[in-house]
């Protein structure tokens, strides 16, 4: 059976909501952060090395990575689904937004919490900061004014992609500005599946 090593309030949330969505049956191993460092703990490096989370185990196959995992749930026990025929145009657009989100997104938000950290140290970086915070979510929110999904007319892996994004936009309180960004994320946050899979994955402070 597929294992989900899932670490509280992380990126691994979005694997479970991707399991929820398709029905795919899944074992769920939960892992907890450090109270004071926030930091993974080191259980996680005897499955991984890097210690980090998501990370699937299918059999004898790990799998690291969300958009790899993503990926390969999708292809191997998806059916078909949530993703887009492989010949069509959308699927070029699929895969765009499959690695958008971790290769280009997250980068200026990632910035922005951790020089925020930095007190005054980090003040001269915030104007460059909050710039390309805003050049990605103008640039989100633009795309996606007129469309209820990120690919096509339904849900696909792109959407689950793209979730931690807008969480940790919404966290750091710059998804308000963005309309189209933030009631795409209300709507996902509608989902049954989304619900069930915040039901199991625990508290989660980034969807709350």
Known sequence: MLTVHHLNESRSQRILWLLEELGVPYELKVYQRDAQTRLAPPELKAINPLGKSPMITDGDRTVIET????????????????????????????????????????????????????????????????????????????????????????????????????????????LPSYPAFNAWLDRMHERPAWTRAIDKGGPYALGR
């Open 67 to 174: 958009g790899a995992i993503i990926d390969y749930i999708i292809r191997h026990h998806g059916g078909g689904r949530m993703q887009p025929d492989p010949k069509s145009v959308d699927y070029d657009t699929y895969v765009q937004w499959l690695h958008y989100g971790e290769g280009s997104a997250m980068l200026p938000l990632m910035l922005h919490m951790y020089v925020g950290r930095l007190k005054e140290a980090g003040a001269p970086l915030h104007p460059r900061i909050q710039s390309e915070v805003a050049n990605h979510l103008g640039f989100i929110d633009g795309y996606l004014k007129g469309r209820s999904f990120f690919v096509g007319d339904a849900l696909s892996g792109a959407d689950v992609q793209m979730s931690f994004v807008a969480e940790v936009a919404r966290a750091q309180q710059s």
